[in-house]
């Protein structure tokens, strides 16, 4: 079983810039993090499969997903925030494989890390 807990997240003006950590208590082979408006659809932001990373359309170029090098700490680097950024944060990881964006396949979740930007 792998456990996650979220920090990092807060308030931020538009264009500022906010990092997320999950750290986790094991290895996962699949990592992201996910996002969820009250009333809608999680989805999913980036996320680091078999060390190879992938974003959602909406914040290439702004947001970075890395690890350290024990690969138990994710991290997530978001600049140029733009209010519809807000969301709860949540990051996932699967021990074995995962869907990237799909996140059913991602066993273990975290409680999540609000962000909130403001104008």
């Known amino acids: 079983q792998v456990q996650l807990v979220e920090s990092g997240g807060g308030s931020v003006q538009a264009g500022g810039s906010l990092r997320l950590s999950c750290a986790a208590t094991?290895?996962?082979?699949?990592m992201g993090w996910f996002r969820q408006i009250a009333g809608k659809e999680r989805e999913v932001v980036a996320s680091?499969?078999?060390?190879?990373?992938y974003y959602a359309d909406s914040v290439k170029g702004r947001f970075t997903i890395s690890r350290d090098n024990s690969k138990t700490t994710l991290y997530l680097q978001m600049n140029s925030l733009q209010l519809e950024d807000t969301a709860m944060y949540y990051c996932?990881?699967?021990?074995?494989?995962?869907?990237?964006?799909?996140?059913?396949?991602?066993?273990?979740w975290g409680q999540g890390t609000q962000v909130t930007v403001s104008s």
């Open positions: 996932a990881a699967d021990a074995w494989d995962c869907v990237w964006n799909v996140g059913g396949s991602y066993l273990y």
């Open positions: 094991h290895n996962a082979y699949c």
């Open positions: 680091i499969v078999g060390g190879r990373t």
